[in-house]
Every structure is written in structure tokens, then in C-alpha cells.
């Protein structure tokens, strides 16, 4: 059973591009959720989506960022028109379905480097 | 909100000394508790959970006791490793909108000295 996949697992943008970051749940798993890790810091909660809809996003800034999980495909964390403030670590982390598991499975994350 | 407190680091050990990284949270539910470990370059694995309050957590040799009188759920190791060297985060997953909600502490950062 494949673990949680991201990619690409780097990604550099110049500022004012586009991020577009992808994320596979584990084989079941219809729970996905977001975060931004950024240098020695912590995991900061983004969004947490099931298949087609955003559950919670409060952790998502206002604007230029959006996320996706569509019946079909990836989740997608969106990034318009960078800044160099973007620049960090996402990890995605996927559960299984119900309510019932608190347990997150993380992958490996993707490294967006703003220039 | 629910929050999670951990020490602060970095922690420098030598090999074979006892290592605890205090953490503490505040939860308005009755949350699960974790640690995950993160080595550079990589993503978070899972170290070790307990669910309720008494249970222990124990995995490769950590350990980690949910204390609900004291909101604490501090990891333990007897006898450290230099593999062991990694950035320990102490978690909570509580019931929120429509499912979990992972909150994360700030991390500790572990240096194991052979």
C-alpha cells in the first residue's frame, strides 16, 4: 500500500508565478488536509478537504491561495502570484474515511522556493 | 482554541543519556495525543499515540503517558541513539468541524552526540 505522495517534491518559482502543489492520499483515504511548515518552525494547519469539498480552511490565508480535491485525481494546493514569503515546506496528510481516526499519514512534502 | 505546548530546543545529548521533551496542551474536547518524528529532508512519521487518558504510547523504544490532571503527554527515551537525531513534534487531534483537526506544537529539535 503507497504512502501519501507529493509532488514535485521541489518546486522553484520566480515571484509572481503560479504554485501548483499535488498530493496523492493513501490508497482509501478520502481525508485530506494541508500545511505549511516554514523554516524551523512547526506544522501550521492550512485546509482539510474530503473528496469535492472543503471542509475547514481556516488556516488558509484570504488570498491567492485555494485547494481542490476532486472526484477524480489529486488534491492541488494552488499558489497565484508568489512572493518570497511562500517560501516553505507543505506537507499534505491524508485519513482514512469517518470520523472516527484522528491518526494522519503525512507525505513527504513539497519545498517551494520563491526567487 | 486547542494548543500544544512542547520545550523548546535545541536539545543536545550525548549517546546513551535519558532524554524527555516536555509537552503540554490545552483542549476544550477530550483530544488524542501524538509525537511524530521528522528527519531532514523528510516528511512526519508517526512515533507514537495514546487516545485516552492513562494510556501509554510506546514505540522503538519512546515512550509518552497521557496525563489528562496535568494536560501533559511528555516523551521519554532511556538510553538515546545519534539515529535518534531528529525534530520531535508533540500533537493533538481533536473532533472539530465536520472531522479531526491535527494542531501541532512548535517542535524540539534532538542532537545525539556518539
Known amino acids: 500500500n503507497a504512502g501519501v505522495m507529493q509532488n514535485p517534491r521541489h518546486l522553484v518559482r520566480r515571484r509572481g508565478q503560479e504554485a501548483r502543489l499535488r498530493c496523492s492520499p493513501m490508497k482509501g483515504h478520502s481525508h485530506v488536509y494541508w500545511y505549511r511548515q516554514l523554516p524551523e518552525e512547526g506544522l501550521k494547519f492550512m485546509v482539510y478537504?474530503?473528496?469535492?469539498?472543503?471542509?475547514?480552511e481556516s488556516g488558509m490565508p484570504k488570498e491567492r491561495f485555494s485547494a481542490e480535491f476532486p472526484k477524480e485525481g489529486p488534491s492541488i494546493l494552488r499558489i497565484q502570484q508568489v512572493v518570497r514569503g511562500d517560501s516553505a515546506a507543505y506537507f499534505c496528510?491524508?485519513?482514512?474515511?469517518?470520523?472516527?481516526?484522528?491518526?494522519?499519514?503525512f507525505g513527504p512534502g513539497t519545498r517551494l522556493t520563491v526567487t | 482554541g486547542d494548543s500544544v505546548t512542547q520545550m523548546e530546543g535545541p536539545v543536545t545529548l550525548s549517546e546513551e543519556a535519558f532524554l524527555t521533551i516536555n509537552c503540554t496542551y490545552t483542549a476544550t474536547g477530550y483530544p488524542s495525543l501524538f509525537w511524530y518524528v521528522q528527519y531532514p529532508g523528510e516528511g512526519l512519521q508517526l512515533l507514537l499515540k495514546?487516545?485516552?487518558?492513562?494510556d501509554k504510547g510506546s514505540n522503538k523504544g519512546f515512550e509518552a503517558t497521557y496525563r489528562k490532571e496535568t494536560t501533559s503527554f511528555h516523551l521519554e527515551k532511556g538510553s538515546v541513539q545519534v539515529s535518534d537525531s531528529a525534530v520531535y513534534f508533540c500533537?493533538?487531534?481533536?473532533?472539530?468541524?465536520?472531522?479531526?483537526?491535527?494542531?501541532f506544537g512548535a517542535g524540539t529539535r534532538l542532537f545525539v552526540k556518539a
Open positions: 478537504l474530503q473528496k469535492e469539498n472543503i471542509i475547514d
Open positions: 496528510a491524508s485519513s482514512p474515511p469517518g470520523t472516527g481516526s484522528a491518526e494522519q499519514y
Open positions: 500533537a493533538l487531534s481533536d473532533l472539530g468541524t465536520g472531522g479531526f483537526k491535527t494542531i
Open positions: 495514546a487516545t485516552k487518558a492513562d
